[in-house]
């Protein structure tokens, strides 16, 4: 059986392909930034003054792409938001509403948290 190292103590992330430092790596950048593709929507509060935040995590898409979907889902819930770390936040609690938009788009994603 053969285990491969994703994370250093001493560098961090460590790249699947080359097994080199995330920083030091000489495959593809855009791949360390692709999600998972197992969309959760939730909703917190956390560091936010008690203002929550919808937040959309492991989306399979690139960071243009995550960015593009970002802005329309914003337009469709009427509100602010951005982007992190390919994590869309958008402002206040629309995690129904967007299950629906991703849904139609054609994207499976499920409901995390409380």
Known sequence: ?????????????????CQRPINDCCCKKSNHEIGSGNVKVLYETKGRKGKGATLITELALESKDIT????ELKAKCATG???????IEIQGDHRDKILQLL?????KAKKSGG
């Open 1 to 17: 059986m053969s285990s491969k190292l994703v994370y250093s103590t001493d560098t961090g992330k460590i790249c699947p392909q």
């Open 68 to 71: 593009k979907l970002a802005k």
């Open 81 to 87: 938001g951005t982007v992190k770390d390919n994590v």
């Open 103 to 107: 849904l139609l788009k054609g994207i």
